[in-house]
């Protein structure tokens, strides 16, 4: 460890939250594939036009953001990862690392404790949206590409059903049925986890429905 690693680690927090506030305001998706001004973006997200700037070129210093002369835009990783409709969004996984922000910050309690003050499934962040929806977006966006991969690794044409255990949105499971001659997917996940998983895919693929049969229980005390 030297001095520079350990600033890096000691600062590193204030990189993670400019990522997360960008995100939660929608700065990334307001920007999408155009150039905009830092007052532009402050009128049309109703933020503070200093704030605004200093937020946009500490942005830029992360290299999640291009600025030329006074106006500024997404970088090419923005543009695919942290834009909601981007090629390959990791939005979820950045809301809910931010919802988990108070529950790192919890960590002397648990120390003391040896356990949260409170629950993860019942807590609200500073998202503003329920914690679990974040959590199910994150697992359904990383769980495309694995999805895929592991689809990929092992002869299916064999498998005549699938039950995806703690499944979320049957995004692991989805790319192997297409492998195989199942025709559906059954995934047995908790019943809040279930509500939010028909609500993401609802908002993206209808017909991904006709394909999973979801099952409400808890895999630990369910026979």
């Known amino acids: 460890m030297d001095r520079e690693k350990f600033n890096s680690l000691l ?41 605004t700037e200093i937020l946009l070129n500490a942005l830029t210093g992360l290299g999640l953001i291009v600025k030329r ?13 942290l834009v909601d409709d981007g ?14 922000w108070e529950s790192w910050g919890d960590l002397p309690s648990v120390m003391k404790k ?4 409170k629950g993860f499934a019942v807590l ?30 092992f002869d299916f044409s064999f498998v005549n059903s699938i039950l995806d255990v703690g499944g979320c949105t049957g995004r692991y499971a989805l790319p192997i049925m297409e492998r195989a001659p ?11 986890m279930v509500r939010e998983a028909k609500r993401i895919i609802r908002g993206e693929n209808r017909d991904e ?3 999973i049969c979801f099952i409400e229980g808890n895999f630990r005390s369910e026979e």
């Open 11 to 51: 600062k590193g927090y204030w990189e993670s939250q400019t990522l997360f506030t960008a995100t939660y305001l929608g700065i990334f998706n307001y920007l999408g594939n155009t150039s905009r001004t830092a007052g532009e973006v402050a009128v049309s997200l109703r933020l503070d036009k200093r704030s």
């Open 69 to 81: 002369q006074n106006a500024y835009r997404n970088s090419s990783f923005a543009r695919k990862h």
């Open 87 to 100: 090629d390959d969004p990791l939005t979820g996984f950045v809301l809910h690392n931010m919802d988990m």
């Open 114 to 117: 040896g356990k949260p003050q």
């Open 124 to 153: 609200k962040y500073k998202t503003g949206r329920h914690s679990l929806f974040n959590f199910a977006l994150a697992m359904h966006q990383g769980g495309t590409t694995v999805g895929r991969e592991i689809a990929l690794l």
């Open 182 to 192: 199942a025709e559906r997917v059954d995934v047995l996940d908790l019943p809040e």
């Open 209 to 211: 429905l006709k394909k």
